[in-house]
């Protein structure tokens, strides 16, 4: 056996049925090897988004992601995708081909020192030095992934060691013991039952959902957990879908592009409960984060986040769903009517007025609809820019999920993720939302997806601008445009064609609700191109 054949019987022992990649001569080994299992292979049409398909798929499945691409330009390419499943947490192996061990740090032909170039994004990264690391290595990879707060782990493949011979191969189903690594997942007793003290005591508790809920498949639980005690719930951008829509103890997402009654709630609260979010400048710069006479309670499976933005009053570190469920065994009580009868009047009251006719697609609307028309359980990709924070302010989230690049805001994700969430679960619906500068950027992957029969639905929504930073010209330097305009699009439905992938295009408001009936009915792929006002702006939408 050698060391190629040796990567892919772990990735057969870890469960792994799907690889996202890209060809090259110093992966060759690892890509021939696979031949021999039933791992189904997906060809994308550039490295990042190999790295993108894999969180999808990740965040479909709930489990790790694996890629992998060559050396040099494959493995700086990868880097985008890396860092942006590292800004929200997704568990990937990538795994990047390697020149000769001999000659690394020689700059030959296609060589980089990508584990160099990846350490501040990724969560560990190893150079496999010796074939016989090769089953030590991967079973700690896919560990550290999928542990603790959740990553990228980077192995960089040389081809003379996927080439060698490997004398005896062993894996374990032991959890591997590494001396540094030791994450918390269970939180401190003492510190929850401190928590169920103040909750008692509270008159405007709320908890803030972030994106770690999602990451340790507590949903459920925390959804007990608020229904028993009846506490009023915000989210941030990553934390959307943890509740429904019409939850009546879901107020929205919270921050600078979210609405003015998550906002309120955050500002007003007395407990404030953080849970599996960063408390980052997206979340927090809206409301006023000084916690003065407020008690926060900051949870998260990342010790270093306790702290680093806002000092908490009471940390735990834990994973989510041991935390809930700790909490669901603990018998207490609050009552604090007055404060949601405050928030759902406040909610009336700022509701946004009619929609005007400006002869364009209205792009809440236009959300709102789509996503009120999809399936329960649709998976919902959002891009990048004002299409992003449409969605996230106006999408009906049912019994589905909402994925998009929270941390990073890498433009061109939509696309790839949702081939990955396809291929993860060829049932689910999964429509792709993103702007036309950002289909732009990955509307190669329309190969992708026909080739492997992934029918993902796109929507296109064509301004002709880059449109967020459009807006923040708008508003920042009084008018003057510089470098957003993007010309006149492609034709998107020669394009489609050229693709073999179907086409609508909604320009009308009146044919809006039939343009998206007919968009989502078949099980097929389809783009739809939504025609959307160039001086449309998103502040102008908050409520
Ligand atoms: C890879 C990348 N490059 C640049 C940016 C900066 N950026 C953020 S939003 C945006 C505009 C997005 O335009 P478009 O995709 O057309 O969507 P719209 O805002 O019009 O909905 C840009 C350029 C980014 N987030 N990602």
Redesign the pocket.
Known sequence: MIGADAVIKCLVKEGVDTVFGYSGVAIDPFWNSILETDIKTVLVRTEQNAAHAASGYARTRKKVGVCAVTSGPGATNLL?GIATAYADSIPLVCFTGQVDSELIGSDVFQEADVTGAAESFVKYSYLVKNVKDIPRIIHEAFYIANTGRRGPVLIDLPADIQLAHIADFKYTDEPPKLRTYKPTVKGNTLQIKKVTKVLENAKRPLVCVGGGVHLSDAEEVFRKFIEKHRIPVVSTMMGLGILPSDHPMYYGMVGNNGFQVANRAMNESDVLLMVGARVADRAVSAPDLTFEGKVLVHMDVDPAEIGKNVGPTIPIVGDAKHIFEDFMGESFYCSHEAWIASLNNYRTMVRRGDVKDTGFIDSPEFVRTLSGKMDDDAIYVA??????LFSCRNYIMKKGSFFTSGGM????YSIPAAIGAKMADPERQVVAV??????Q?SMMELATMNQYKAPVKIVV?R?N??????EHQHFTYKDNYSMVH?GSDPDLELLSKAYGINYIKCEKMENMEADIDKFLKSDESCLMEVMTDPTETVAGTIA
Do not use: E, H
């Open positions: 985008t891009d990048v820019g004002q299409n992003q805001g890498t433009m061109g993103c702007g036309d500068g950002a289909f950027m929504m301004n601008y880059l449109g967020l930073v459009r993007l």
